[in-house]
C-alpha cells in the first residue's frame, strides 16, 4: 500500500511541479512589486521578448524565407509559367475602346486638340490663312459635328485589326520575366522580412503569445506534464523502496 500511495503522491507532485513551471514561463505578464521592490518575477518569455522576437526573425530570413531561395522561386519556370498566363489572361480579356464613344463622350478635348493640330499646320504652312482661320472657329465647327467625325474614325479605324495582342502579350510577358530576373534580390531587400517578423511578434501582447505558444506545441507540452508524472510516480516508489528497506 505504501508504495502505492508514494508513487501516487510522486507523481502528482512531477505533474503539477511541471504545470507550473510551464505556467511560469509566461507568467506572470508583468512582474509583482511591492514598494518598488520585485516581489515575484515577469515570465521568462514575456521579460525575453525583444531576444524571442529577434531571434525568431533571424530564424525565419536565415532558415524559412532565404533571400536566394525566394529569389529561385520566383524565377522557377513555375512561377514563370503562372506570370505569362496570367498576363495572356488579362490581356485576352481587355476591351478594346471604343473610339466613337470615346469621341463622344470627351467632344471638348478632342476639338481642342483637334484645332490646336490644325492651327500649327496653318501657321506652318498656309500662314495667309491665319487672317480669316482661328483657334474657335475651328473648335466650333468640330463640336457641331463631333457626332460625323465619331462615325467617320470609327468606320476608318479599326483597332481591333490595328492592336496585335499577341505581340503585346509576348512584350509584356518578356519584360516582367526580366524584371523578375534583374529586380527581385532588390525587392526582396526591400521587404526586410527579419525587420517585419522581429516587428511582429514584438506587437503581440503576452497573452496572445502564450496562447500562440500553446497552440503550437499543445502536445508536446502535455507530454511534459505527462512525463513529469512518470518520474514523479518512479521517485515515489524509490522513495518507498528506501523507506521500508532501510
Do not use: C
Not at 529561385?72 to 480579356?93: A, G, R
Not at 468640330?142 to 483597332?159: G, H, Q, W
Not at 503585346?168 to 518578356?174: A, V
Not at 524584371?179 to 517585419?196: G, H, M, P, T
Request: no cysteine; glycine share 4%; net charge negative.
Amino acid at each position: 500500500m505504501i508504495y502505492l500511495i508514494s508513487s501516487l503522491i510522486g507523481a502528482i507532485i512531477g505533474y503539477v511541479t511541471n504545470f507550473i513551471a510551464i505556467k511560469m514561463l509566461f507568467r506572470p505578464y508583468k512582474a509583482k512589486k511591492i514598494a518598488g521592490i520585485t516581489v515575484i518575477p515577469q515570465g521568462v518569455i514575456p521579460r525575453e521578448k525583444p531576444n524571442l522576437a529577434k531571434n525568431v526573425a533571424t530564424m525565419v530570413e536565415t532558415h524559412l524565407l532565404d533571400i536566394d531561395e525566394i529569389h529561385k522561386l520566383l524565377n522557377s519556370k513555375e512561377f514563370k509559367e503562372e506570370i505569362k498566363n496570367l498576363i495572356s489572361s488579362k490581356i485576352d480579356d481587355f476591351p478594346m475602346p471604343n473610339i466613337t464613344e470615346f469621341i463622344k463622350s470627351n467632344p471638348e478635348k478632342v476639338a481642342t486638340n483637334i484645332s490646336d493640330f490644325v492651327m500649327d499646320m496653318i501657321k506652318s504652312k498656309f500662314p495667309f490663312a491665319m487672317a480669316i482661320l482661328n483657334e474657335e472657329m475651328i473648335k466650333s465647327m468640330v463640336l457641331e459635328n463631333i457626332d460625323v467625325l465619331a462615325n467617320k474614325v470609327n468606320n476608318i479605324v479599326d483597332l481591333e485589326k490595328i492592336v496585335d495582342k499577341d505581340k503585346i502579350k509576348e512584350n509584356l510577358q518578356q519584360e516582367a520575366l526580366n524584371f523578375l530576373e534583374n529586380e527581385s534580390y532588390k525587392i526582396i531587400e526591400r521587404l526586410q522580412i527579419a525587420q517585419v517578423v522581429e516587428d511582429k511578434v514584438n506587437s503581440f501582447d503576452e497573452k496572445k503569445l502564450e496562447e500562440m505558444i500553446f497552440t503550437l506545441m499543445d502536445k508536446h507540452l502535455k507530454f511534459i506534464n505527462l512525463a513529469g508524472a512518470v518520474l514523479g510516480g518512479i521517485i515515489g516508489l524509490i522513495q518507498a523502496f528506501i523507506i521500508t528497506k532501510f
